[in-house]
């Protein structure tokens, strides 16, 4: 019965693309997926009691409007039974939509796998960091997952409120400081899943953004493959970008970790391969060298009150840099 | 010099005048404290609409940068608490100090120079609370002011100080008119007036002013919480130290529910006013309608957590809370029926009054069916904090409040001002204010379902949002232009208007039985009631039976500076913790002056 009814849903509602990034009723996976079976249920119904409610209001006022100043209408106080069923009727209506509720609550909060893929999100004043502590893996505002694996994520703050939501994937999670909570996903077909912060958190909240990307198990292996790997030292024109990296005077390594350099810091995101990222800033800018370079000469131009400030970096400073961070694969 | 209960010199002389400028400042009848808050609140609406153009001219196209992030989150948060606390709560409240006494048969409330305190209250708390405009940046941690957000860590400035004290001072202003109106209903009826001979509107009024009784102690908990935690160093919600922000979402709305019905159950009350008298016909299921309020009343302290279905309660939790909102439902959807009943073979007279009621109607239950969807807390989980919440939110608050609101202007102008409003501008307003309405919040539904959560400034191309988003600003302006039409005609009435004389609409209930706009003691003689909808009674049933002779004086309160400076010392007090404390002590020191003064000062002199 659900399935027609979310079929009708998908039909008519012009929303249903899924051309659109963050579209909720166009779900890729099986979080999602029930939430807006439940939700194209209980719409159909919200649907015919508005039909039916209004076009009765509307009939009544044309209907019964004025023709007499003199005839006084017939002085009705009151119908029991009439209002018994109008108190009943509803409540037969909200049963109908409260039994499919707690069973998707139930459903919702026990991840479908014995053996999820374990991620652990860190949110922060406007960026996400991600570990695959089973893996190894420390990566940021990009989340890699094998087609069809559930991953069971816990999410914990660095600083104020935040809220994971892919929603095309899952209903979200907010992320409370001081508590870890945890929920599960999964992609049913490979691609590009955007996800987006969803509680107020601060000046750039709106510019708080992350991708899932959904691949095939080998190429998700060779991903986390590509991440644990230590990147060598560079040579050529990256080596001064490097060099440039780990010197105290460019402040980069006060805040960010390249694994097999002295940049060790964990206040910022990990650039150990952030060459290899679709986006940087979390998702808000394509990662281009250009891209890069607008970056690193003015973060706060970028995202309002990022804790990244304007650095002392030359225009070569920050061609030497662009070249070595686009290295990091 | 007099003196003042044995020990304070009298520094002013007892005001008496009540005509000219001054005597609006030292007032204490309630219908002119409703004019007061009327004009007061519609002036803040209108500033909180001006907030929210700007918003939807940021928002109109992707990537704009008309205003920044900054202040972008200084608009919506102000907007919001502009438009709840200094607007919708106290355009009620104007109506409340108008309308109560005169439907109650009674020549002022039960405490006179409280009334003209609670409004004082309410215009300088409303400045406080925009006072960070001034001083580098209003609140812009929402108007819900999340914790640990709202830590000094994280909001260094003024503006959350500025929420803080400011909804302190605004919830004394809210609680002070809530126990008047309450000892008024209850103790200042005419005789005969039982309970449930009562009008709608009063009844309303009743439970409302029970709510706000209720449930502004607990956002004083939390609001002095925070006080504490942002001015003196406490941990009430820092995680870190042994506190938690989850502590602040709860107190936040126990408060929160109660209060939507706060918002809504005057506006409801008005409806079940006028819709009986256009049609003709007594309200359909008077006692259900009456029932389902104090029900609604009760029940909106059940249901605080579906604002919180994504903070991670758990199923068990969550299930239950979606229980209890889906059947509040029921009362609610109960009275939809009553009003259409009430319609259906009636006589409709088609006035500008009667068309805001009707869209009051049609418009609350699209908002009331959108929040069905959310009651659901596993679909809540996608459609919490999106654009989908915040078209329920406009719609029921729009759709619902402000349009009974607008229905009780046009229906109580002529009672107020003597005149009638224009009625062919009166449509035009609602149908420009209709129009723009669904066009500026019905695709808002459609943005959050596609994922566009709410709070932000900006937004890219290609999210499928860009179309739902120039559709809200082109509605925005237009219901900004049917407020143009409303002004002009309220403007222009007031010297052009027809004289409407005592019962322009054939009333039902005792202010139509008086003159208009009423006399200063409302009403010559104290009528006997003998029915619901007494005057109605009077008019078409009763027949025979003499009003009760009652030549004795007339006792008036005389009017008072009393409640003026104690206002403004409690304004102060407040408002000095944000800048100096000798600001703060010479505020302590004028509000003590003001009451201890008050006290002495008897209700009527000579």
Known sequence: MRGIFSGLAAALLVACSADLPQNTLAPAGENARIISDLFAWIFWWALGVFVVVEALLVYTVIRFRRRSEQALPPQTHGHTQLEIAWTIAPAIVLALIAVPTVQALGQLSEPPSQQPLQVEVIAHQWWWEFHYPELGVVTANELH???????????????????????????????????????????????????????????????????????????????????????PAPTGPAASGAQLFVSPQKLCATCHTVAGTEAKAQVGPNLTHVGSRTTIAAGVLENTPENMARWLRDPVAVKPGSKMPKLPLSEQDVSALVGYLQSLR | MAVVGGALPRVLPRPTGYTGWWSWLTTVDHKRIGILYGVTSFAFFLLAGIEALVMRLQLATPNNTLVGAGTFNQLFTMHALSMIFLGVMPLSASFFNFIIPLQIGARDVAFPRLNALSYWIFLFGGILLNLGFLTGGAADVGWFAYANLTARAYSPGLGVDFYVLGLLVLGVSSLAAAFNFLVTIMNMRAPGMSLMRMPLFTWMTLVTSLLLVTAFPVITVGLIQLLFDRFYGTNFFAPGAGGDPLLWQHLFWLFGHPEVYILILPAMGIVSEILPTFARKPLFGYPVVVFSGIVIGFMGWGVWAHHMFTVGLGPVANAVFSLTTMIIAIPTGVKIFNWIATLWQGSIRLTAALYFAVGFVALFIIGGLSGVTHASAAADFQQQDTYYIVAHIHYVLFGGSIFGIFAGIYYWYPKITGRLMHEGLGKLHFWLMFIGMNLAFGPMHVAGLQGMPRRIFTYPSGMGWDLWNMMSTIGAFVIALSLLVFLHNAFRSRGTGKLAGNDPWDGRTLEWSIPSPPPLYNFATIPTVKAVDAYWHDKYVATGGEPEDGHHAIHLPQPSYWPFFAALGLALAAGGLAFHPAISVVGLLLMLFAVYSWAFEPVTEG
């Not at chain 1, 992609?187 to 590009?192: D, S």
């Not at chain 1, 601060?202 to 990147?231: C, T, Y």
């Open chain 1, 145 to 231: 997952v094998p087609v069809g694996t559930v991953v069971t994520t816990r999410l914990k703050s660095a600083d104020v409120l935040h809220s994971f939501w892919i929603p095309r994937l899952a209903g979200k999670l907010d992320i409370i400081p001081g508590r870890t909570n945890t929920m599960w996903f999964n992609a049913n077909e490979a691609g590009v899943y955007l996800g987006q912060c969803a509680e107020l958190c601060g000046l750039s909240h709106a510019l708080m953004k992350f991708r899932v990307i959904a691949q095939s198990n080998e190429e998700f292996e060779g991903w986390v493959r590509d991440q644990k790997a230590v990147p």
